[in-house]
């Protein structure tokens, strides 16, 4: 099955926001509030950031948000932090309960 | 707290079958809290979701993997486990098991075990 498109790369500087989108159909993104958000540092296992398109899990900062619009989400983070750099992945169910995921987004933090 | 653990051969050869377990603690895989995931990573690429079992041991695939994987319950031992047959070079990766809410989300994930396809 295809994948979530995200941008390759994305880049800030300290203390500016950035925003990365996720874009799908309708038979994931489009059709369903079930989009999260996973940061994932090298070496290391995904760590969920957002949930159902909007939510923070407890211990998550404030700094990251996430929305969604027709068939794309989006995570902004603001005030970045040099620790924020890491790779970014969006998914979201899909129909016939299969999970999709995106191709990923590196942020670099200048 | 639920933890996940991954254990499995981390050498498979070509066209034989990659067999993982994922070892739950803190969490029975049987209360249908979660559905039970397996998630991998090629180096220097992608997640890219494989397939998940639910309690009652219904299964979904990845419709690109489906004709060659298997994911099972063992809840005796709150283990779940991955059949993956006929394995490529293609298949070589982190290979992550994790938790699933009914929310989409995937809360728990293992550390990740690299399984390498070669002769």
């Known amino acids: 099955q295809s994948a979530l498109t995200q941008p390759a790369s994305v880049s800030g500087s300290p203390g500016q926001s950035i925003t990365i989108s996720c874009t799908g159909t309708?038979?994931?993104?489009?059709?369903?509030?079930?989009v999260s958000w996973y940061q994932q540092h090298p070496g290391k296992a995904p760590k969920v950031m957002i949930y159902a398109v909007s939510y923070r899990p407890s211990g998550i900062s404030d700094r990251f948000s996430g929305s969604k619009s027709g068939n794309t989400a989006s995570l902004t983070i603001s005030g970045l932090q040099a620790e924020d750099e890491a790779d970014y992945y969006c998914?979201?169910?899909?129909?016939?309960?299969?999970?999709?995921f995106g191709g990923g987004t590196k942020l670099t933090v200048l | 707290q639920v933890q996940l653990q991954e254990s499995g051969p981390g050498l498979v050869k070509p066209s034989q079958t990659l067999s993982l377990t994922c070892t739950v603690s803190?969490?029975?895989?049987?209360?249908?809290?979660?559905?039970w995931n397996w998630v991998r990573q090629p180096a220097g690429k992608g997640l890219e979701w494989i397939g998940r079992?639910?309690?009652?041991?219904?299964?979904n695939y990845n419709p690109s993997l489906e004709s060659r994987v298997t994911i099972s319950l063992d809840t005796s031992k709150n283990q779940f486990s991955l059949r993956l047959s006929s394995v490529t070079a293609a298949d070589t990766a982190v290979y992550y098991c994790?938790?699933?809410?009914?929310?989409?989300?995937?809360?728990?994930w293992g550390q990740g075990t690299l399984v390498t396809v070669s002769s």
């Open positions: 803190g969490g029975s895989i049987s209360s249908g809290t979660y559905y």
């Open positions: 079992i639910y309690s009652s041991g219904t299964a």
């Open positions: 309708s038979s994931d993104i489009g059709g369903y509030d079930y």
């Open positions: 994790a938790s699933l809410s009914h929310a989409a989300t995937f809360e728990y």
């Open positions: 998914s979201s169910y899909k129909s016939s309960s299969t999970q999709v």
